[in-house]
């Protein structure tokens, strides 16, 4: 591990004098406005003629100062910020959050909010991998992937805006329960997002996953070895996409998970479908795989949840806080999401951190794609997923 | 493990660098350690046979008054168990050793801690900033910043 | 006073060539005009309908108007020349792309009765002609003072060089067996249905049936290549949008960009109409006699013509891009072989019949 340490330590040193470079290389900015960083990321590439020999990831282009403006908000503000981080799965992120301050104010939930908020957290789930994997075929250039996975993923955003009344920052859980009372129609819609859920999946699987280029672009790109992932601390589909067993929700379980069947998609060495394990299309094929679990514990949850009782009787009208600090952690989309909360008995937090899991998952990007092709570290990025909101917070 | 035989086994070994375990009812237990040493002391817990903490989930810094504090959340993939280590360091000399040799999780966490808190790691290869400008002047995240009026002429507070 | 005397008298002498010629340079243009609006309409409504959506609505019934819209909108734009650009290399690109798209336009017979130009070595010239698009691609993307540009190019250059070459052999395998260069003899000897076309043999009877496999062979070949050689997906590295922004044309806006536009449109009806007339008969109707008037020969080949144009869009829209080194893979070691051994086949066709 040592030595593999040693050659990796370099890739994050900044050379302001550019006269330093050898002529023969190229620097290439892409970013902080280039189609495919998937947002304001700054990629300072050296290439030599099309292979990538150095990547230089510039990051802040998108801090909102999210850690401090929580410092200044009390604990029911920053449910808001919260969602603010990786915008594409924003119940994902509250998930942690409230867990965190119900551990420190002692709030017991009731089982009723617990299956509901693992089923937004799964009808979320879904919604982002939808977009995962459908910008990832755009990466490749596939457009059309990207329609017709976004036709679903409606149909996502429209379950949660029905509960939640936003469509994209939901500002939805709370300690103590969730904001609004679930509406009747619910479980159908539940039922018919499933069910078209799973056929525009088969689709896709036809149209792009097994696609002969598609995985000509994916496979055997962007090794990323089982030790070198741990030793990152990466998470979420790129930590199973390199044969790592790790989801928080098996692990230690959190809600409602416990009460749910399902398995846990990873991509184990000599056990792949297409490619080696630790690859592009590994990472993408966890994906592919986590939203038929995410469908089996829908399917759970709506036998589950019960129909009596009310998701917002155990919101407490004054949170009180007392001093303590506290991690806890949720299976976000993208692996690992934390929140280290320290309280120090006022109604605003001494301290919060985030530990963002796109930040975390991103820091392995100049150790995987040196050596590949231009056009790979753009597949390398996409297959890794990640928002910038989470990255830069 | 508990918290508790982790702290038995670290003070057999390091006696006096394991300062003491604050309990916290209301959510997670810590062990304060000696700065100077924390190096040998993750290192300890990352190779240690029945503490394996491979998985260094989180590097934070925090502003606790008079001190800035470091706070290591480690987990073990193989035991699932996790701890959390702090050291507290003076605000005048607020250095202390880099763990990126140990775990190269700890690159970006170390940087994002430097550039907010002011904690400074070394040995670290590449102490930068990493939120905020490379110019910025000053770590917002320290309870008495004061935020500047104007960066490159342009107005700051809105 | 001379001078002017020789002038008038030239032209009143010259009168009526001067005129053909002009009408005949503008037959061509006015076609790939037209042509490029319905391209481009054509494009929006196929990539809607693969794509699940109505496409453009509003601007006209069923949105028909929408490609004027656009051509409009491109005018309109501001013409921006970049401060660190190479201006007259950065300004005359366009053009010359577009000339390499326009000329190759002057050789296509639309009909028995009917090519701008009969040149005896329409296929050769048009060989010849479509190479200066790459001298283009390179100028613009070299003058712009951009790496993605710089990139772009050099990987189109690289790109459409190469494929050239399958390309060529395609052409040759079909002129050997035509024994002509002329596009205009290569259609008429299709003539008499579609058995006749080269793709399934040629006009030899039923001997020819060995020759089948070989021909279908470098029909997919040829298809491939130019599909290469316009830039289209799933080989439109040089403009790749998700890894070089634009490619060679990334700080081109309004009219110049326009024209890297109608270029692109109008390669892809030049690589068709090829397609049509060395392998598909060309201006012949595929019913042997039946609507074989000259005037019906102009439908054929444009309605032949604009289904590979279609074709090629709908490719667009399925398929991810290639690597640039997969595509540099699949034209040295698959296409190139390939095509060689159709060759060889079709030549040994063309000495026997």
């Known amino acids: 591990m040592e030595n593999n340490l040693e050659n990796t330590t370099n890739n994050n040193k900044i050379n302001i004098e550019y006269s330093q470079f050898d002529s023969e290389r190229m620097r290439l900015n892409a970013g902080p406005q280039h189609p495919s960083t998937h947002g304001v990321l700054r990629l300072e590439v050296e290439l030599d003629g099309e292979i990538v020999t150095d990547i230089i990831p510039h990051l802040g282009y998108l801090h909102r100062c999210f850690e401090k403006h929580c410092e200044n908000s009390n604990y029911n503000q920053i449910v808001p910020f919260v969602d603010r981080l990786d915008y594409v799965s924003a119940i994902n992120n509250e998930f942690p959050y409230v867990m965190a301050v119900e551990k420190l104010a002692g709030i017991e939930v009731s089982e009723k909010v617990q299956i509901l908020r693992a089923m937004c957290a799964e009808i979320n789930r879904i919604a982002n991998h939808l977009l995962a994997i459908s910008a990832f075929g755009l990466d490749s250039g596939a457009f059309t992937p990207l329609l017709f996975l976004f036709r679903e993923r409606e149909f996502a955003l429209g379950i949660l805006e029905k509960l939640s009344g936003a469509r994209l920052l939901y500002n939805y859980f709370c300690p103590g329960g969730v904001r609004y009372e679930i509406y009747s129609d619910f479980k159908k819609d539940v039922k018919v997002f499933i069910d078209s859920v799973r056929l525009a999946m088969k689709e896709m699987e036809d149209l792009l996953i097994f696609n002969d280029i598609f995985i000509k672009r994916t496979e055997k790109i962007g090794l990323l070895p089982k030790e070198v992932a741990i030793n990152f601390a990466c998470s979420g589909p790129v930590a199973r996409g390199s044969g790592i067993n790790f989801d928080i929700r098996k692990s230690a379980p959190y809600s409602s998970y416990d009460k749910f069947d399902f398995d846990i998609p990873v991509v184990e060495p000599g056990k792949e479908v297409v490619g080696v394990s630790g690859d592009c299309w590994s990472r993408n094929w966890v994906r592919v795989k986590e939203i038929e679990e995410s469908c089996k514990i829908l399917e759970q949850g709506i036998t589950l949840l019960p129909d009596e009782g009310s998701v917002t009787d155990g919101i407490p009208k004054k949170l009180k806080v007392p001093a303590g600090e506290v991690y806890c952690k949720a299976e976000n989309t993208k692996g690992e999401l934390g929140f280290y909360l320290v309280s120090n008995g006022s109604d605003k937090p001494e301290r919060v951190r985030a530990r963002a899991t796109s930040f975390v998952n991103l820091a392995i990007l100049p150790s995987i794609s040196k050596g590949y092709m231009f056009a790979d570290l753009i597949m390398i990025l996409g297959s890794i997923d990640i928002v910038l909101g989470e990255v830069d917070r | 493990m508990t918290i508790q035989e982790i702290y038995d086994l670290l003070k057999i070994h390091f006696n006096d660098d394991i300062k003491e375990i604050t309990d916290i009812s209301n959510g997670d237990s810590f062990i304060t350690v000696n700065p100077a040493n924390i190096f040998d002391i993750l290192q300890f817990c990352r190779d240690y046979e029945t503490l394996d903490f491979d998985y260094l989930t989180l590097i934070s810094g925090m502003d606790s008054g008079e001190n800035l504090g470091v706070v290591y959340h480690l987990y073990s993939m193989k035991f699932k168990h996790s701890i959390v280590i702090k050291a507290f360091v003076p605000k005048e000399s607020p250095n202390i050793q880099s763990v990126v040799y140990l775990w190269r999780a700890a690159d970006w966490h170390e940087r994002e801690a430097f550039d907010l808190i002011g904690v400074v790691f070394d040995g670290h290869p590449n102490l930068i900033r990493i939120l905020c400008p490379y110019d910025w002047e000053g770590h917002p995240l320290r309870k008495d910043y004061v935020t500047p009026q104007e960066y490159h002429g342009m107005k700051v507070p809105y | 006073m001379e001078n002017h005397q020789f002038l008038f008298n030239f032209i009143s002498e010259y009168t009526g060539d001067i005129l053909a010629g002009v009408l005949i340079a503008i037959i061509p ?187 279908v062979v470098m029909f997919i070949v040829y298809f491939v290549t130019s599909l290469a050689e316009t830039n289209r997906t799933p080989f439109d590295v040089p403009e790749g949008e998700s890894e070089l922004v634009a490619g060679y044309h990334t700080e081109y806006s309004g009219m110049k960009f326009a024209f890297f536009y109608l270029a692109e449109y109008g390669n892809m009806f030049v690589v068709s109409a090829i397609m049509t007339v060395i392998f598909f008969g060309g201006w012949s109707s595929p019913f042997g006699d039946f609507l074989n008037s000259p005037i019906w020969q102009i439908f054929w080949f444009i309605a032949k013509s604009m289904f590979f144009v279609g074709l090629q869009i709908w490719l667009r829209w399925t398929l991810p891009r290639t690597r640039v080194d997969q595509l540099m893979y699949l034209c040295w070691k698959i296409l190139l072989p390939l095509s060689m051994v159709c060759f060889l086949a079709m030549a040994l066709g063309g000495m026997l019949y």
């Open chain 3, 29 to 215: 243009l006015a076609l790939l005009l037209v042509y490029a609006l319905v391209a481009i309409y054509g494009e929006l409504k196929i990539a809607s309908f693969i794509q699940l959506k109505l496409g453009p609505m509003r601007t006209g019934k069923w949105g028909l108007l929408q490609p004027v819209a656009e051509v409009f909108k491109l005018l309109q734009k501001e013409d921006i020349t970049p401060d660190g650009a190479d201006k007259p290399l950065f300004n005359l690109a366009p053009f010359i792309i577009f000339l390499g798209c326009y000329a190759a336009l002057s050789v296509l017979p639309l009909s028995s009765h009917f090519a701008p130009s009969g040149l005896n070595i329409g296929l050769f010239f048009i060989i010849a002609i479509s190479s200066l698009a790459v001298l283009g691609i390179v100028m613009g993307g070299w003058a712009s003072n951009n790496k993605y540009s710089l990139i772009g190019a050099m990987r189109s250059v690289s790109q459409i060089i190469s494929y050239e070459i399958p390309a060529a052999m395609c052409i040759l395998g079909v002129a050997s067996m035509a024994h002509s260069l002329d596009m205009n003899v290569i259609s008429a000897q299709q003539q008499g249905g579609f058995w006749n076309w080269y793709v399934l043999g040629g006009p030899a009877g039923i001997s020819k049936i060995w020759l089948i496999p070989f021909t």
